[in-house]
């Protein structure tokens, strides 16, 4: 993951990807036969297009919007009142096979357990892909993804926002100028879940509302009752469709520490829970992260807090100030910096040695925006010109999806990243490669 850091290591290792951008030019509309889109945007369909999916299509709205596919009507109902003449769409599926030839781009925004079956079709269709965080729900989809998208040479971006950012960009660039010596320690905190976990599945049976499909939404993961404790939000902490704090904020807060310090993989982690649930994730849980040395950093361990826990508060921070809701700590030997929720700007404690410290010169490109970047690459078959690619954060994506094993199992887990296996768990295959309903498969075997 370390050679992601820069632009012009992205092109070089994508270079026969890029030769491939052809398949992906954006042609004049007279050339299309009534596509929807004048020759200098891209045409974009929506899946899951309610809530944070309505948000990443407005970030994409200077392109042309032509089809848009959710479940639920009325949760969806502003983003079509916005984009009138998209066609519209329940079955991301039908949608896909249906606008093939009209659309060069998907944006994915529906819940965790949709993510890899959508954006693996649109992959197989050569259509360039922005899927929201976590990348999926399983660590074998995301290690499925990284090899589609490598191998189809599409563009893609995942929906880590902060990673465009200027706060992360600077972290990285505080760390390798040195401003906090050698980091050995990271701790990364939320205040998630703000949804609830640690409870039992309802036993009433209320009626599906008429705008939602159930069926549509319940997608690859096993047939249940409908009821309202699972949609339109509160799906994040049910083991069947989320992944708990950790796909919701760790994917933002733990970033940095991805990026910054060039991670690979956790040869293993364990986790400390309030108590293990059947259906649902834990309602508080720590979890220890240990990588061996690699060649950007030494051996290394990495904790996330997060259901009211929170790291041990810094010696050097100063009285009265507080580790907020999110964030991060970079433990040096010789100091500490810490940033905010989405990767926030970062901050030298105490505040004298943030004083005298001076900043060094920018070394990193800066980034237009996240989904600005995407579209650009998008529209230049250029794979590595959106920094949070799948091939950056499928990597990323399944070392933090191994800690949520060890919170399934209850014991610290041994991780092979090569195999995808938990050499001391053998009963975790299923959680790592889940069985899919007929008709949602994932289509697609990982090359180990």
Not at 42 to 70: F, H, N, P, T
Not at 235 to 248: E, F, N, P, V, Y
Request: with cysteine; net charge positive; hydrophobic share 35%.
């Amino acid at each position: 993951m370390s050679e992601q850091t820069s632009r012009t290591t992205r092109r070089r290792f994508l270079q026969g990807a890029v030769a491939t951008s052809a398949a992906f030019t954006i042609i004049p509309r007279h050339c299309l036969g009534g596509a929807n889109a004048p020759s200098d945007k891209l045409r974009i369909a929506g899946i899951g297009v309610g809530g944070r999916g309505g948000g990443d299509i407005d970030g994409v709205k200077s392109e042309a919007i032509v089809a848009l596919c959710d479940v639920d009507d009325d949760r969806a109902k502003g983003t079509f009142e916005k984009f009138p003449d998209a066609r519209r769409y329940k079955d991301y599926r039908v949608m896909l096979d249906k606008e093939e030839g009209n659309i060069d781009a998907v944006v994915i925004g529906a819940p965790d357990h949709v993510h890899a079956p959508a954006a693996m079709m649109a992959i197989r269709k050569k259509k360039h892909v922005y899927c929201e965080k976590p990348l999926t729900h399983t660590i074998y989809e995301a290690r499925a993804l990284t090899q589609a998208a490598k191998e189809y040479g599409v563009v893609t971006q995942m929906g880590n926002q902060g990673h465009a950012g200027e706060g992360i960009r600077l972290t990285y660039e505080f760390i390798k100028d040195g401003a906090i010596g050698t980091v050995r320690e990271v701790h990364g905190w939320s205040d998630r879940p703000i949804w609830p976990q640690g409870i039992e599945r309802p036993t009433d049976r209320p009626p599906v509302p008429k705008t939602l499909d159930w069926d549509l939404w319940l997608g690859p993961s096993p047939e249940r009752p409908y009821h309202p404790a699972y949609v339109p939000f509160n799906w994040r902490g049910w083991l069947d469709w989320g992944t708990g704090a950790m796909g919701d904020m760790a994917v933002h807060n733990l970033d940095p520490a991805f990026f910054c310090l060039g991670l690979g993989s956790p040869d293993w982690v364990e986790a400390e829970v309030d108590n293990r649930y059947k259906e649902t994730w834990p309602k508080w849980q720590i979890l220890t992260y240990h990588f061996p040395a690699g060649e950007k950093h030494p051996e290394l361990i990495m904790k996330w807090f997060d259901g009211g826990k929170k790291p041990p508060r810094p010696a050097e921070l100063e009285e009265g100030r507080n580790l907020g809701s999110n964030g991060i700590i970079f433990l040096g030997d010789k100091g500490t910096i810490m940033c905010g929720s989405h990767a926030g700007a970062p901050v030298l404690i105490p505040e004298s040695k943030r004083k005298a410290y001076e900043r060094p010169e920018k070394s990193l490109p800066r980034s237009p925006g996240h989904h600005r970047e995407w579209i650009d690459a998008c529209k230049k078959g250029d794979p590595s010109g959106a920094w949070s690619n799948f091939g950056y954060s499928g990597p990323f994506t399944e070392s933090l999806l191994v800690g949520n094993l060890a919170v399934l199992l209850g014991r610290r887990i041994y991780w092979n990243a090569k195999t995808l296996k938990a050499t001391n768990a053998p009963e975790a295959d299923i959680l790592i490669n889940k069985r899919y309903r007929s008709g949602f498969e994932l289509d697609w075997k990982v090359k180990l």
